[in-house]
């Protein structure tokens, strides 16, 4: 088999860049379709809530699956398959009147946000970096996550000045498969023999289910999805319903933001830009500091930036703060998770093993988006939702402090 390279920027992590760019530029704009597809047709905001979140949950039962699917025949056959599901539920999304239509393509994907997503590219960038470059190559992927929402929701904004929403869907779908050109150029190598004992995955499975460190991974990981999920979703709504004015003659409104509305989407745009420098922090740490003491901290963190922003009044400038320094801890966490469960539990499986870890990630995510739409529809606002996730959010920063940071018996070094 082929060896890993020494080379930091080999053509799998700028490939694997390149997908995950477009990848998170669709599915972190949903957010901005809130109220444009509720308008249209009268829905309440838990309908298309209910649409995201079973996007989300979808993501995560098909990410292990992707994963195994990608260790059976290939990465680069499973990106394909994913593009696939990805561009068909957007455009049967786009073609959707209903709640019931949009929410059952929504599962389509779902699917193909798994198949183009970290669990198949964060395995295939992992093997083909060499064990010095590996925290920092999955951190360099995640940040282009990132990017992506730097220029997803903006993007859907202005193209929704000019298309609608089911033709600006379209377009996404037609970017999606457009990704696929660069499969050519992804040619991960594959660990040496020597590199990995000879376990089948059912071995490993057990071995990791057993292992208590693997649940604590598991269960702390639901309040990262939980967070990003309802802040995706319905954060630049709670701007544009909740944000004091944007004052005229103001910087914002010298900047061409002029209305809460344009300020929502440009806050998804902040957090992703600062979770650039907050993932690459991460990378860094996780290479020099025991990993779960750096996850810990950051959902400790989260939770501190949550509360305060709920507490004090929604002003423009608060939006600002709280979008940037939430950011910076945005994505940090998945660098250190997925790299702490190659480190635990070896390379080779490793996209199943992630992708197990990533469903309780999706299943929070899901009820962070449901619960958003929801319990607004309930109350009228998204306070209680909010404190939620503050709640989960120390919940997460608790149980990571457990978890022995050693490679489990049997398994050579990654």
Known sequence: MEQRTSSFFTPVLLVGCGIIIINFAIRGS????????????????????LAIAIQNLAWGIGQPIFGAIAEKIGDRK????????????LIFSAVSTTPFAMQNWEWLVGFGIAGTGFGVILASVGRAASDENRSMSLAVVTAAGSIGQVVGAPVAEWLLGFLTWQLTFVVFAVAIMACTLLLPFMRAPQATPSAEPDETLGEILSRAFRDPSFTLIFLGFFSCGYQLGFITAHFPAFVTELCGPILPGGVLHGMGISTTSALGAVSISLIGLANIAGTLAAGWAGKRFTKKYVLAGIYAARTIVGAIFILLPITPVSVILFSIAMGSLWLATVPLTSGLVAQIYGLRYMGTLYGIVFFSHQVGSFMGVWLGGRLYDVYGDYT???WIGVAVGAFSAIVHLPIRERRMPGLAAA
């Not at 499973?78 to 539920?89: E, H, L, M, P, T």
């Open 78 to 89: 499973a990106i394909f398959i994913g593009a696939i599901f990805y561009a068909a539920g």
């Open 30 to 49: 949903f957010g901005v379709f809130q109220i444009p597809i509720a308008d249209e047709f009268g829905w309440l905001r838990a309908e298309f809530s």
């Open 384 to 386: 209680m939702v909010w």
